[in-house]
């Protein structure tokens, strides 16, 4: 075993010298970074290798599906395994999704950073992206209804939607920033207001023929 490595599992060895965020994100670059499950959040490394759950995979599509009908030209969504990084919030995790409007674009808000051995080649998001998204899972309860929560305020975040499929009722909500907190709406079903897209949201699911759970994701003016 390499002594200057944690042996957690057979693919994964975490460099004993990460202690900022400057160092996680070095490693982040690396060839032996995995490609999700890793997060960094002020000095502490929190590690998820659970098997993805798989209705939590069809709601994040759903998402994507419903809000790329809606990006404008030049603004971008991204999914699961992307990178984001934010040096106020010390935060680098990768969010189940997010969007970025060409306006925050513009505003140089975020960065698209290259990878330093092929130039050609974008490994991370830096900064403040418009909306993110969470699917809370068996593994990550308090990572994303706490942890995540906090940072993604401190790191700027104008919303943060938050959907929870694990009971008898679906639980999705989109908090909007506030001053000093985010504002959550009352109800945690229904239609949710989206100011970043000038929308209302609405997570819904119906037993399908094979017994599954399919899920469905409307959007309304």
């Given at each position: 075993m390499n002594q200057n490595s944690i042996y957690i599992q057979e693919e994964l060895?975490?460099?004993?010298?990460?202690?900022?965020?400057?160092?996680?994100?070095k490693w982040a670059m690396s060839e032996e970074f995995p490609k999700k499950g890793i997060s960094y959040f002020g000095g502490?490394?929190?590690?998820?290798?659970?098997?993805?759950?798989?209705?939590?995979?069809?709601?994040?599509?759903?998402?994507?599906?419903?809000?790329?009908?809606?990006?404008e030209e030049d603004s971008e969504l991204f999914v699961e395994t992307v990178l984001l990084t934010n040096i106020a919030a010390e935060l680098s995790t990768c969010p189940d999704l997010f969007f970025i409007s060409h306006e925050t674009i513009e505003s140089d808000l975020v960065q698209f950073v290259q990878s330093v051995s092929n130039p050609d080649q974008l490994v991370e998001v830096m900064g403040s992206p418009d909306m993110t998204l969470e699917v809370v899972s068996r593994s990550s309860v308090k990572k994303d209804t706490v942890t995540?929560?906090?940072?993604?305020?401190?790191?700027?975040?104008?919303?943060?939607?938050?959907?929870?499929?694990?009971?008898?009722?679906?639980?999705?909500?989109?908090?909007?920033?506030?001053?000093?907190?985010?504002?959550?709406?009352?109800?945690?079903?229904?239609?949710?207001?989206?100011?970043?897209?000038?929308?209302?949201?609405?997570?819904?699911?119906?037993?399908?023929?094979?017994?599954?759970?399919r899920y469905r994701v409307e959007s309304r003016s």
């Open positions: 060895r975490i460099p004993m010298d990460i202690d900022c965020l400057e160092k996680f994100r502490d490394i929190d590690v998820d290798m659970s098997p993805a759950e798989l209705n939590n995979n069809k709601v994040t599509i759903e998402f994507a599906t419903a809000l790329k009908l809606l990006l995540l929560r906090s940072r993604y305020f401190q790191a700027g975040v104008k919303e943060y939607w938050i959907a929870d499929i694990r009971g008898p009722e679906i639980e999705f909500r989109i908090l909007r920033r506030g001053e000093s907190d985010w504002l959550v709406p009352e109800s945690a079903g229904g239609w949710q207001h989206s100011d970043v897209f000038r929308r209302e949201f609405q997570l819904s699911r119906t037993k399908g023929r094979s017994g599954q759970w």
